[in-house]
Each structure stands twice: as structure tokens, then as C-alpha cells.
């Protein structure tokens, strides 16, 4: 339980001549407390700007730091070493901030200014509109369709690029550290994300045996940061808890502490929830991508974010009736339409006639599913079903019941038949007896 004093409304932080006024609570981490401020525009001082401000204050399980009457921090000696270890990594967080701000494509608050007071730190970040995950969860605000929950694991994933292309982790992805962006249409689902706190960040080009690093939230680190294998961190460790948020998202559930004995696709019901009125197809791609995604072993999981970016597109195009293409399939028809071209031709407007015409194909396949099957997905889901019988012996028992059906229909007919036209000296009529009444027709007959 966090017993952590926040600072009140109407607070005052000092940092030579600005001053911000806290305005409202946003978030809580390990190591930092995340407020809502103002301040007065300098030129015009009726007017406020709005922004973020990061407090340093770890949450102690002992509860040795405390709050003084005026708000400032107090750390018993006992509790330095602490207090140091996260102030430490508060720094080395605002560190990764300022360098990935430039490379962040918007899916990182801007780091405006560090500055200390109340004994402790406090970071200035750029504020927008929208709610902590977390806090919409909790107010019961939840996914109205699996291509919401698709879009916002998506960026979610591409706000991690920047992090793991400079070789660091976040170590913390989880409800409590995503922003949710005000959507820009009035009426549509947040899917826009922020990422916050980057106090755990961890540096792979630094990853010797003693530095530290923070283990995340239980029910979203993965195993490898459980077991304190230093050795197995790697792109995957962040994946593995994106993957813990898509399936709270899809389910409403936090991931099962004990669900090692099951594989993560054994816990979603492909005919409940979101995936309810969802292509087989989707639900197909949605269970490949928790099964990798959630993998105990670090080896069997995505190696990295584009190879999950790339499944996670798929689905998006089967929600959304698009064909997908991988770059693979589109370069190597490129490669096959430039080799059937003769030497020195041009003709460049027909082999984009070309692809434009497979892809307006597999659209309308694509828009035209066939129907979800029960069977279909019992015999996706246990092969065992349907290699249970060889592939020679159902060749010949389709061929005799073939066989059977076609001489069931020849008896029938010819049984039929024979009611018709009745044979036999009793039954026949006599030629003699007709031709006796001078050809008149016999009344036997």
C-alpha cells in the first residue's frame, strides 16, 4: 500500500523566479510522484501554461521517508542509501528523456527542465490532454472493439523504438506509466499514447553485474526480471509486458500469476469478449501474438519490436478488410514484374496496374470471410483430430462410400423402374386376343 503524502493542491515549487502551482494528482511510480501544474506566462501573467511535474519520492516499504509540515522531504539516516539508489535512478531516467525527446515521433512528453526543492527533485515535462490508463480502467472506461485495443498496443510498441534503438529498457510498461491522449474527434476512443516514467530505464550498454535496476510491477515484469537474470534483458523483457497490458485490454483481467502451466492463448475465449463478432482469422493472429508475446522463455518470445510490429499489422488489416502485404511479398513481385520486363522498358504504370489489381483482390476476399466454423476451430486447435485417421485409409473409405452410394442409387432406379413396367405371362396382355377383337383394345389389358 502506498502511504506516500502527496503534495496538496495549491502547493508552491520555486525554481529561480518561476514558480508552480500545483494544480491536481496525475500518477504514482516506484520512485516518483507525477502532479499537474501552472505557471504564469512571463510577458502576460494572466495567462497559465500548463505542465507536468515529476517528484522524486520512493515509495519505502519501510516507511522511513516522511513529509515536514512545510512539505519537504525527511530521510533518516537509516534510509540514504535508499534515497540515493533512486535519486540515481531518477537521474539516469531524466538522462534518457532528454535524449530520446528528439527521436520520441510524439510518443514521449518533452523533459522542459530539472530543477531541486523540499529536499528532493522535481522534473518539468510537457502536459496534454487525456487520462492515465490506469485511472480509465479503474472508472470502468474499457475497449469498445479489439481494433482500439490493437491500435493503442501499436503505438504502445512504437513508442518503445526509440528506447530500445538506443540500446535501453523501459522496465515499467504498464497501465499506471501509459498516457492516454485526448482523442482529436469529439466521440472517438483514446488510442494516442504517452509514455511515463523513466525511472526504471535500464542500459544495456551499461548492464554490468552491480549496477541496479528496478524490477517493475508485479503481474507485468517479466520472468527473466523476476529470477534476477541480468544476462536474459533484452528487447523482449519490455515486449513480454506490452503483451500483459493487450491481454488486461482484451480481457479486463490482469494476467493469471500462475498461468505457466497454460499457454496465454488457453485463457482467451474466442467467441466471448471483443473477439465475439470477430473474424476466425483475427482470433487466429490475436493467440499467435499472446502465445510469442507471453512466452516464459526470453528465446521463444519476439525478438524484437518490429517482428511483434509486424504481426500486430496483420490483425490490424484483417480487422480493417485490407490485404496485408508484407515487404517481402511486395518486393519480391517488384523483382518478379521487373524480370518479365524486357532490357530498357519503362513500363512502370503497368506493373502498378498489376499490384493494384492482386491487392483489389485480396480486398474482396478479404471483405468476404467465410463463416466462423466451431469445427473449424476445434480442428485448428487439435491437428490430433484430423491426423488421428491416415491420409491413405480416408482416401479409400471416401472411395468405397462413393462406390456404395452410386449401386444404393442403380437398385433404387431399377426398382422403379420395374413397378412401371410390370413383366410376367400373367400380368401381360394377350396379342392373340387382341387381334381376335379386330384390333379393339382388351379390357384386361
Known sequence: MDHRIRLPKGSCLYCQGRVYIIEDYVSAGANSIVYQAGYADTLMPEHTH??????????????????????????????????????????????????????????????????????????????????????????????????????????????????????????????????????????????????????SVFSLKNSDGESPYYFGKTGYRAPEVTLHRREELGPWTDIYSVCTVFYELLTGAQLPGDRELFKASDLINAYGGLLLHEKERSAMLVSRILDRGLAILPEDRYPNVQAMLTDVREL???LNGRPHITAEAAAAYMKMESANQPKGSTNQPKRSTNLAKHSANLAKRAANPPKRSANLTKRVANPQIRSGIPAVLRRYVKKYVTLLLLLALFLAAVSLLGKRLPIGSEKSCDRSKIMKAGGEKNEGC
Open 50 to 199: 500548463t505542465v507536468l511535474i515529476k517528484e522524486l519520492y520512493p515509495l519505502d516499504p519501510l516507511e522511513r521517508i516522511a513529509r515536514s509540515p512545510s512539505m519537504a522531504l525527511q530521510i533518516p539516516p537509516e534510509a540514504i542509501d535508499f534515497f540515493q539508489y533512486n535519486k540515481d535512478s531518477f537521474l539516469l531516467g531524466n538522462q534518457a528523456h532528454l535524449e530520446l525527446s528528439v527521436d520520441g515521433n510524439g510518443y514521449i512528453a518533452h523533459n522542459l527542465d530539472s530543477f531541486s526543492w523540499n529536499n528532493t527533485l522535481y522534473t518539468v515535462l510537457t502536459a496534454r490532454k487525456g487520462e492515465v490508463l490506469s485511472k480509465m480502467l479503474e472508472q470502468g472506461m474499457h475497449f469498445p472493439t479489439l481494433t482500439a485495443v490493437v491500435q493503442c498496443t501499436q503505438n504502445i510498441l512504437q513508442a518503445l523504438l526509440p528506447f530500445h534503438s538506443h540500446e535501453l529498457l523501459h522496465l515499467d510498461i504498464s497501465p499506471d506509466n501509459i498516457f492516454m491522449l485526448a482523442p482529436e474527434t469529439a466521440g472517438d476512443f483514446p488510442t494516442d499514447v504517452l509514455l511515463l516514467d523513466f525511472n
Open 316 to 318: 490490424l488489416d484483417t
